[in-house]
Every structure is written in C-alpha cells, then in structure tokens.
C-alpha cells in the first residue's frame, strides 16, 4: 500500500539553500572582519585572505591562520610609536638644555660690568627648573613657573615666548592632541584678581594655550587646557624647593587611540 502524504504538511527547503545559506554566513563573517580591521595592511590582509580561502574549500587542505603572521606588523607599529616618542622626547630635551645655555651665557655676558636690572635677561633664571619625560599618556613638558610668568602672575613674560616658539617648532607636524595643565604649590592667593590658587592655575594654562594657538593654527580643536590648583604635586610643599617645583605648567603631547591600542596590543 502506497504511503500518503500528508495534505497540511508543507515540503522543506530545496537542498542547495543549505549549503548557499553557509555562503552568505561565511561572506557575512568575511566583511565584519574587513570592517573590524581600522587600516588595511597589505602584508596583513594577504593573510587573513589565504586562511579563509583555504577554510572555503578554494585551495585544496585549507591552510591554519597563524596569530603571530596576525599581529606581527602590530608590534612593528608599536615599536614605530615607542621610537616616535622617545626620539621627540629626546628632541625636546635638547631644545631646552641648549636655551638654558644660551640665556645663561646671555645672562653672563650682560651682567659685566652692569646693574642686572639693566637687562631683562639676566633675570630669567631658569635653574633646569623643566623636565621632558615619557608617560603612559604620552609626553610631559614641565616647565617651572618662574620661567614663563612673574611670581603671583599669569601673563606671560617676553622671555616665555622663545621657549614656547622653540616647543612648538620641535612638535610641528604632530597631529596628536595636546593638553595645558596649570599647577601651583599650597601657599593660598587671594586677589582681586586670583581669589585662589584655581583661578591662577587655570588662567596660566589658559594663556599658554592661546599664545601656542596664536602660532600655530593647526592646533586649533586639538589642544585644551586645565587647571588643578595644589592638587597634583610633584614632590612635597613642605620646602622651597619643593614648593619651587610643584609651581609649573605641564605641556602634555597626548597618544593617539591608534598608539594606545598598539602598545597594548603588544
């Protein structure tokens, strides 16, 4: 006796939807992982093209993706980030330490043989009173106070501006971000002015932003500034000298995303 077919039941799919659905799974993964990948190294995407032509069947035994041939050119990149900063650190450092010398030499040199009230120079005293160091966030200039502004001041002084004009030709070029921090010790102001250390710190920052923007345009929508009053101290307020180095204007040239996530990566 033949085997009826049930009237209500409807026939399944054809079989080769099957096997097309895979495709479209598989094409689907392939475009996620082009989009996911932020630049498209060539070295890096002949990889990823070998391995899934193989786990497609194109090449005959497929080939296994090897992690290392992956992120092989991201530790080139991050090696390239590492130098990058160290060699602009190293950069900055001598640009300082050779204006240090110079105003020094100045210094001495207009003082024979005269009243140093008589030069502007001979009062500009910077004492290696600035620091240019590599952080988690990128580089740190600290310059001390008394290099760019008058004690309780935060206009900037004519001498500050060779040494802000000689920071920015050393970081002409660099699309990273910049941040203006603005710090002094915990000896309290209060002025019409500057009701407190706040107002000055912020306004010192604020002015050494405006004046690098007045120089470079470029750094318009990439640089902004802060003021933290007393509460990021580099050493101890309980001495001068302590005190000499907390009052200080932190230039930040602040890693790219792109940077970060390399270094990490490695």
């Known amino acids: 006796m033949a085997e009826k077919k049930c009237p209500v039941c409807k026939p399944g799919a054809p079989e080769y939807m099957n096997t097309y659905g895979d495709m479209m799974t598989l094409l689907l993964c392939f ?21 899934l032509q193989g786990s497609l069947g194109v090449m005959k035994g497929g080939m296994t993706l090897d992690p290392s041939q992956i992120t092989s050119n991201t530790r080139v990149q991050s090696k390239g980030t590492e130098l990058k900063f160290r060699l602009l650190a190293k950069e900055l450092q001598l640009a300082l330490n050779e204006m240090d010398e110079n ?13 140093k009230s008589e030069n502007r120079i001979a009062e500009m005293e910077l004492n290696k009173n600035y620091t240019v160091t590599i952080t988690e966030k990128g580089i740190k200039i600290s310059l001390g106070t008394q290099m760019l502004f008058s004690s309780g001041k935060a206009d900037l002084r004519p001498d500050a501006h060779d040494i802000i004009n000689r920071i920015l030709k050393e970081i002409k070029g660099l699309d990273n971000e910049i941040v203006v921090e603005g710090h002094t010790d915990n000896i309290p102001i209060n002025t019409s002015k500057f009701p407190s250390n706040w107002e000055l710190s912020t306004t010192r920052a604020v002015n050494v932003l405006k004046y690098m923007i007045e120089k470079d345009k470029t750094l318009i929508g990439r640089i902004s500034a802060a003021g933290y009053a007393d509460t990021h101290p580099e050493t101890t307020n309980s001495s001068e000298t302590g005190r000499n180095k907390n009052r200080r204007v932190d230039i930040i040239i602040l890693k790219s995303f792109d940077e970060i996530v390399s270094e990490k990566a490695e």
């Open 103 to 115: 105003i020094e030499k100045n210094a001495n040199a207009a003082n024979e043989g005269k009243d």
């Open 31 to 51: 475009f996620i992982l082009l989009f996911a990948m932020s630049s498209v190294d060539s070295q890096k995407f002949k990889t990823v093209m070998v391995a």
